[in-house]
Every structure is written in structure tokens, then in C-alpha cells.
């Protein structure tokens, strides 16, 4: 028997409808695919899936944010970023079928609906404009990437890390769930070197820190920042 429809899936599916990959397609289309997708429950700090394991579809988060990271045989990671609800991930896998480049984790309680690689090739293969959509992705990923090797050649911790929460935030008040040591991994630096500027910005109320969550108060002065001013 299906399993019951929420209305945070039914909401969910019809984001995911609206989703640039899907909403040039026919409605009939849209409805169709997105009637493949299932709902997935992750708690916080659980494991969605490892670097090399097998790829087998593509995921939008509808409530919750997940981490996405890179370990080193030496044990330490690199944080390459953060999805947010609306946005998805796993899409290098849906397209060739093989394993898994890096490690997904829940960095909070999230919500998850699946899109399996077999019900998506079937209409990727009849629907350009889809796969057009998909490439553009996949390109903005890269790009997202270059951009971080290069902010970590160029530029200063603190530049990098006003960057970094600027990326992840979209206006004033907004928070990520992201440890201090997350925030490390993600802009190449350590704990105890980001200490001193997170202070700093607390106490000129820039950026308020709690249970593990950063609340940016003050994009402004970031965005200062992070153009090195």
C-alpha cells in the first residue's frame, strides 16, 4: 500500500515541480515524474549516503539542510557545501549511474524526496530542455568549486569566512546549522584560527552563535568583509 501523502510531501512535490530542472516540461510530464519521487526521513547527523558508495538517483531536501563534504584517507574533511530546502543534490549520479563523489549527512532533522536514476532518464532522454537545465547545474557546482580552491589560494581567513556565511545565508536574520568546526573544513582554515574573528563579530553584532547554529545579523558589514574591506 502507497504510503499516505503529508502535506509537507504534497507541498514538497509541488516545489519540486516548479524546480527549473522540471518546470519546462508538460505538466502531465511533471506530475508524472515527480509521482516517482518518495519521502525520506533523516535525523541529525545521519549518514544519507558515503563517497563511493553506489549512485542511484537524485534528492531535493524540503525541510532541513545537508552537508556535503569530502574525507581525506588521512581522516580529515572538506566541507563543499551546505543544500538548503529547495535545492538538490546527487545529480552527478543520476547522470552516469556511478559511485557517489563525496558524503551526504544531515546537519539538521531533514526531510528528503528521492528521485530514482531509472524513473529520470526516461524523460531526461525525451526532454532537452531538462537536461539542459541538469547541465546548467552541474556547471554552477563547478564553478562553486573552482571558486573555493581559488578564495582558499587568494584570499584571507576572515574574507573566506564572510564569504562562506554570505553563500550560505540569503538575507539578514537568516541561520545555517553549521559547527565552527564545519565552517573550518569549509573555508580551509582551523577552529581555534576562526575563534578570534567570530568573536570579533559577535561582539560588534555582525553574527550571533548558538547550539551550533551562525545567524547572520548583518550582511552589510559581511559583505565588507568579505571584499576585504
Not at 83 to 89: K, L, R
Not at 190 to 205: A, C, P
Amino acid at each position: 500500500m502507497p504510503e499516505p501523502l503529508t502535506s509537507t510531501v504534497i507541498a514538497g512535490r509541488a516545489s519540486l515541480e516548479q524546480h527549473f530542472l522540471l518546470r519546462h516540461l508538460e505538466p502531465a510530464a511533471r506530475k508524472r515524474i515527480v509521482g516517482y519521487a518518495r519521502n525520506k526521513h533523516y535525523a541529525a547527523g545521519e549518514t544519507i549516503f558515503l563517497k563511493g558508495s553506489a549512485g542511484t538517483g537524485m534528492m531535493a531536501v524540503l525541510r532541513g539542510e545537508v552537508r556535503i563534504s569530502a574525507p581525506s584517507r588521512q581522516g580529515k574533511e572538506i566541507v563543499l557545501n551546505v543544500i538548503h530546502p529547495g535545492e538538490v543534490f546527487g545529480e552527478i549520479a543520476l547522470l552516469d549511474g556511478r559511485e557517489r563523489t563525496a558524503d551526504a549527512t544531515a546537519l539538521t532533522e531533514c526531510e528528503l524526496l528521492v528521485l530514482e536514476r531509472r524513473d529520470v532518464l526516461g524523460f531526461l532522454e525525451t526532454n532537452p530542455k531538462a537536461c539542459l537545465k541538469l547541465l546548467e547545474t552541474l556547471c554552477e557546482r563547478l564553478r562553486r568549486t573552482t571558486e573555493q580552491v581559488e578564495d582558499v589560494v587568494f584570499l584571507q581567513l576572515p574574507n573566506r569566512m564572510a564569504k562562506a556565511l554570505l553563500r550560505l545565508t540569503k538575507r539578514d536574520g537568516d541561520h545555517v546549522k553549521l559547527s565552527q568546526r564545519e565552517l573550518a573544513n569549509l573555508v580551509g582554515g582551523t577552529r581555534e584560527s576562526m575563534n578570534k574573528y567570530l568573536g570579533e563579530w559577535k561582539r560588534d553584532e555582525v553574527i550571533t552563535i548558538e547550539d551550533g547554529s551562525i545567524t547572520v545579523h548583518d550582511r552589510a558589514a559581511l559583505e565588507l568583509i568579505a571584499e576585504g574591506e
